[in-house]
């Protein structure tokens, strides 16, 4: 089984160039304040969605991640 790894879909280069738009604090803020609203909701005794909002934090740095990548390696 043969991977294209040259050739990026036009729909990814895209996306790529959208998306390099937006600064890497943004990621970093956003991650930063799902943990503090899932703190709250924790406090207030909303424990469910306190783990349905704390759960945003590792995809929105793994998004500010990707994004840097981008900024810095470019795409093919």
Do not use: R
């Not at 990026?8 to 996306?15: L, V």
């Not at 349905?52 to 981008?70: C, R, S, T």
């Amino acid at each position: 089984m043969a991977f294209n790894t040259g050739n990026e879909g036009e729909a990814t280069k895209k996306i790529e160039k959208v998306t390099s738009l937006i600064p890497s604090t943004v990621f970093l803020a956003a991650a930063g304040a799902s943990m503090a609203i899932s703190a709250t909701l924790k406090c207030i005794g909303k424990d469910k969605s306190a783990l349905f909002v704390g759960q945003w934090a590792a995809p929105f740095l793994l998004l500010g991640i990707y994004n840097k990548l981008v900024k810095t390696e470019g795409h093919d």
